[in-house]
């Protein structure tokens, strides 16, 4: 399925799955165990960051932006880093293997083992 719509897309604490925010309508669209993202940028609110380490309860403040491409498939990262955000050790998201930040790549495959990103991200 090909949508091509601009979202803000966050794991749902919840129910395990990637939830999907339009970014015009500010709803949620939809749930999914698999998203593919175009473009995505990778964003971190502070006031919510801040949020989370004064009462130590999480909320929504990290979500990957971008337009929607699939929410059943993704063929363009297989390969690439993993990145991952924890409000407790990082501002930013995160490479997974090397902690570098990562603000931003061409592509973003979201599943049940988190984001993956194409190779050639950008910084």
């Not at 604490?13 to 995505?40: F, M, Q, Y």
Request: net charge positive; hydrophobic share 35%; proline share 4%.
């Amino acid at each position: 399925m090909i949508v091509k719509q601009l979202v803000d897309v966050y794991k749902n604490l919840h129910n395990g799955l990637w939830s999907i925010l339009d970014r015009k309508t500010r709803l949620v669209v939809g749930h999914a165990k698999e998203v593919c993202i175009r473009n995505p940028q990778f964003v971190v609110q502070p006031a919510g960051r801040q949020r989370v380490l004064d009462k130590k309860r999480k909320n929504v403040h990290a979500f990957v932006r971008g337009e929607l491409v699939s929410w059943n498939t993704c063929q363009h990262t297989k390969e690439g880093p993993s990145i991952t955000y924890n409000p407790y050790k990082f501002g930013t998201f995160v490479q997974r293997d090397n902690e570098k930040p990562i603000h931003k790549a061409q592509w973003a495959h979201l599943n049940e083992n988190g984001v993956m990103v194409n190779v050639e991200a950008r910084q």
